[in-house]
């Protein structure tokens, strides 16, 4: 088994958090995206739509999608829970892990991909209206999860789970994005500094 | 309990047919997304998101997020499975469930979002050139369908799935946002119709 890892991108880092809080240790091929070679003929023939990581199993089976590779190891390894534990828990956490995918890290890619110089041969075409249109919305969710981090410690409940891994990433690359947390999202800012502190954070 | 249903919606209407498919009944209270009900207090008190589908437990326990009301039925009736059984089917479906949502059912509900004239007061600002760049991401994504389901009967497997389900609202999604299924797309379109001949196709 081995993982083609995409270094600093964000669905890549992602799985990288999740198997560090596992205690899981999968072997990394680096592919450099920079150098767009997760387009090449050997990505491709493992995820036809050429997004990394893709997990490959060694009978040659591959699985790509960041959350379904989690979801491979969640099921197999079922603690610490990442996922949740039982169903009401299983569901929160999904939909924690859903709105910080489609209101928070969504919302950061899109100004990214859609404003950054270097991201024009990636997102064809750039549309900067679309990327500028996304800068509030991140903003405005992360004025929900302030509100919601006064309530408790992590994101989906007393436990860290995979929507914190998903919201530390989405965190991490609004500075590429050029996005600002606000300064008094002071329950955000305590959460996120507690995120940093996690040794997963460097993997 | 009961679910907060948005009607012809394509999330709440994935909701229903998972649901018919388990044969769990659920009652139903409409809100008229027609009328911006989703936006009312009594939605938002129960979704901070002001979207729907939302679950309600008898005890005021809400859960929002398709898959995640999705995900707790699964966990505690898992006979069909929707979203997989042991831990590779499962984390295939999720990888399907993930490609069809992030390039099907999206590209199609953002061009939808962002040409139709009815959805001025939905989508803020609306962008039309981003509309049109989402065609052809939906277009592009059935061709590579079409290429899978001449391999096998369902989307993620031998068995119908969640993502057959999402695949089946993006098809039917299509026709509002104008989108034309390609004629030569034979595979998908043999799959299409036998969705529609399904009894759940109906909730």
Known sequence: ????????????RRVRIYLAEKGIEVPLEPVDMGALEHKSDKITRRNPLQR????????GT???????????????????????ADAL????????QRRVELHFLTP???AFRHIHPAMKEWEIPQIADW??????????????????????EFIAGDRFTIADITAT???????????????????????????KARPSYGA
């Open 131 to 152: 990327g500028e249109a996304n800068k509030p919305k991140a903003i405005e969710f992360i004025r929900l999860l302030d509100e919601e981090l006064a309530k408790r």
């Open 52 to 59: 990394l990581p893709v997990l490959e199993f060694d009978d």
């Open 108 to 110: 950061v890619a899109h």
């Open 62 to 84: 591959t699985l790509s999608e960041t959350v379904a590779i989690c979801r491979y190891f969640e099921e197999l390894h079922p603690e610490p829970p990442l996922m949740g």
């Open 169 to 195: 990433v989405a965190t991490d690359f609004m500075k590429p994005a050029r996005i600002s947390i606000p300064e008094d999202a002071t329950n955000f800012i305590r959460w996120y500094e507690a995120m």
């Open 1 to 12: 088994m081995k993982i083609y890892d995409g270094g600093k991108a964000p669905n890549p």
């Open 89 to 96: 828990d299983k569901a929160t956490v999904e939909m924690w």
